[in-house]
């Protein structure tokens, strides 16, 4: 199974609030043709994280898809997706239109180039595992084994309080 998570917390090209920008950012994941979509978590209101008071909260989510797409052409792709809704690259952590992250890749642990897989930071991000857990209440991380609701249990109370569905 592919997990992508997707958030958004500006405004899109648009005008259109995160949630929508994430809709529309699932509407073109869906049309990718070298995978299939099978699930999207609920849409959940995050703080920035690292804590940041100059930025509005996040819509995360995360969606399922089944397929077998090399992993560098899948992160093409998600760039591509992320430029047409207005994507900059500034520094890192900046609030954004829209961020896709390739979370798992059918299991796959690669160390090297890019994407490294799993997602080197899903396992300490509460809006990476909770809309994960929506969907997949069995996943593992891929690199340790550990039971993504054991990741969630460990993870601290964050200072910028719980997140929320949107």
Excluded at 54 to 80: I, K, T, W
Excluded at 134 to 157: E, S, Y
Aim: aromatic content about 8%.
């Amino acid at each position: 199974m592919i997990y992508i998570a997707l958030g958004a917390n500006l405004a899109g090209t648009k005008g259109e609030t995160p949630p929508e920008t994430c809709e529309t950012a699932l509407v073109e994941l869906r049309e990718l043709q070298f995978m299939k979509f099978v699930a999207v978590s609920r849409w959940y209101r995050s703080r920035p994280f690292p804590r940041d008071d100059r930025q509005p909260d996040y819509c995360n989510g995360v969606a399922a898809f089944e397929g077998s797409p090399d992993p560098v052409a899948l992160m093409a792709a998600l760039h591509r997706i992320e430029d047409k809704l207005g994507r900059t690259r500034s520094v890192p952590n900046a609030a954004r239109t829209l961020d896709l992250d390739i979370i798992d890749l059918n299991g796959m642990v690669r160390d090297e180039g890019s994407p490294v897989l799993p997602h080197p930071r899903a396992h300490l991000r509460e809006f990476v595992l909770r809309p994960l857990l929506d969907i997949a209440p069995d996943w593992r991380d891929p690199a340790t084994g550990t039971r993504g609701t054991t990741l969630l249990a460990a993870l601290p109370v964050y200072e910028g309080g719980p997140i929320a569905v949107w």
